[in-house]
C-alpha cells in the first residue's frame, strides 16, 4: 500500500522538479534576451561637472568641465568640452570626440580626436585612452594624445566622490597635463607642465542640480614654469570656487 502511494507521489515530484528546471531555464533565457535588448537601446546624458567662478589675487575666471554620451552599455560616443575665461577673454577652451567600447563592467577604451581652440591659434589632436570606475565614487581618466608638429600629451584625471550625508558630497579632484616637447608659443613646456588639486563640498538639491564651495590649488612645473616667469606670469594659485554641477 505505501508503495502504491509513494510511486505516483514521486512521480509528481520528479515532474514539479522537470518543470521548475525549464522555468529556471526560460527565466534566464528571458533574462539574457532582456540585457541583449536593453544593449541595442541608445541612452544619453549631459553632465556639467563644473561651471564656476574662480576668485584669485585681485581677479576671477570662469571654469567649465563637462561631458556627453550617447550610445549602449558597450559602444557609445563621447563628447568632451573644458576651458576658462578670464577677464573676458578664453584663454583656454577645447572639446573632445571619443567613442568609446568597454572591455569590462568598470573600464572602457576611448579612442577620437580633441581639437584646443585656445590657447593660441589652437591645434589638433589625436586621442587615445582607459577611463573607468574601479571603486564606488572614484572615477579615473589616462588620454593620451598626437598632435600637429609632433607635439605628444598625456593628462591624468581623478575625482573621488566621498558621500557625507544622502545630499551632502565632498569631492577631491586632480588633473596633470604632461607634453613631449617645448612650444613657447603655447605656453607649454616639454615635462609635466601643469597640476590642478581641488576640493569641493555640493549639496544635491536633486540629482540633477547640485551648487558647491570649494578650492583650487593650480601650479605650473619645469619648462612651463620657467616660460611663466619669463613672462612675468604666476606659477602658481590658490583659488576660492563658487559654481554648480548639472546632470540632464
Do not use: C
Not at 577645447?94 to 572591455?103: F, K, N, P, V
Request: proline residues 3%; charged residues 25%; hydrophobic residues 40%.
Amino acid at each position: 500500500m505505501t508503495e502504491r502511494l509513494n510511486r505516483p507521489l514521486l512521480g509528481s515530484l520528479a515532474l514539479l522538479a522537470l518543470l521548475g528546471s525549464e522555468e529556471a531555464r526560460a527565466a534566464e533565457a528571458r533574462a539574457l534576451n532582456g540585457h541583449q535588448v536593453h544593449d541595442r537601446q541608445v541612452n544619453w546624458a549631459v553632465i556639467v561637472e563644473q561651471l564656476e567662478v574662480q576668485q584669485f589675487d585681485s581677479s576671477s575666471a570662469l571654469n567649465w568641465n563637462a561631458n556627453a554620451w550617447i550610445g549602449g552599455d558597450i559602444d557609445r560616443l563621447w563628447l568632451r568640452s573644458e576651458g576658462e575665461r578670464e577677464q573676458g577673454r578664453t584663454h583656454k577652451a577645447e572639446l573632445q570626440a571619443l567613442w568609446g567600447h568597454a572591455i569590462s563592467p568598470w573600464w572602457e577604451l576611448v579612442g577620437g580626436l580633441r581639437q584646443d581652440f585656445k590657447p593660441a591659434s589652437g591645434q589638433a589632436w589625436a586621442a587615445v585612452g582607459i577611463q573607468g570606475t574601479p571603486l564606488y565614487g572614484l572615477e579615473l581618466e589616462a588620454t593620451a594624445y598626437a598632435g600637429e608638429r609632433q607635439q605628444t600629451a598625456l593628462r591624468l584625471e581623478a575625482s573621488y566622490a566621498i558621500l557625507l550625508s544622502n545630499r551632502w558630497i565632498l569631492e577631491p579632484t586632480l588633473e596633470s597635463n604632461v607634453y613631449g616637447r617645448t612650444e613657447p608659443q603655447r605656453e607649454q613646456g616639454a615635462g609635466l607642465a601643469d597640476s590642478e588639486l581641488g576640493l569641493r563640498l555640493r549639496y544635491e538639491i536633486s540629482r540633477g542640480f547640485a551648487p558647491y564651495l570649494g578650492v583650487s590649488f593650480n601650479r605650473l612645473h619645469g619648462r612651463t614654469a620657467e616660460l611663466a616667469r619669463d613672462a612675468d606670469d604666476d606659477t602658481g594659485q590658490t583659488r576660492v570656487v563658487a559654481g554648480i554641477r548639472l546632470r540632464f
